[in-house]
């Protein structure tokens, strides 16, 4: 299994940079994929059960939300879509000097025969796209 973990401060508020991130639905706005919602939680439209498409056209992953709690944590877990055993990102929210530290968790284990290092340079690509994006429309947001 692979993991890799990004540690940063967005300067911008917590409530700001935790309403980007868990607006799963409407990442694709800042990303360079389209998201969409396929299912709605079980008592939240994006909450816990929710699954979330994200991709370009009809390739990508399906992420269901596994564990939320508002302002401090969400955990997903990828069910459709890529060849893995497990996939679970774990983003986790607290206040800063300066804004919010972000610490973003993937940990995957594929189905192939792939080498640790090379999943994990995927993983730091995949979670600083998804940074750098959320760093930006922060900013427009602040």
Known sequence: MAS??????????RDVVYSIFADR???????????RLKSAGTTERQGVGAVHFLGLGPLGVSEQIVDLVPGERIVYK??????????????????AANGTRVV?????????????????????????AFVSGARKEAAKRA
């Not at 639905?25 to 360079?32: C, I, M, R, T």
């Not at 990828?78 to 206040?95: E, L, Q, S, W």
């Not at 090379?118 to 600083?128: F, H, T, Y």
């Open 25 to 35: 639905e409407n990442n694709g706005d800042f990303l360079p994929i389209s998201t």
């Open 78 to 95: 990828i069910v459709a879509g890529a060849p893995v055993k497990r996939h679970v990102g774990t983003i986790a929210f607290t206040d």
């Open 104 to 128: 973003y968790t993937m940990e995957s284990e594929p189905k192939l025969p792939v080498p640790s290092k090379v999943l994990s340079l995927g993983l730091k690509a995949l979670i600083g």
């Open 4 to 13: 890799y973990t990004v540690d940063t401060v967005i300067e911008a508020p």
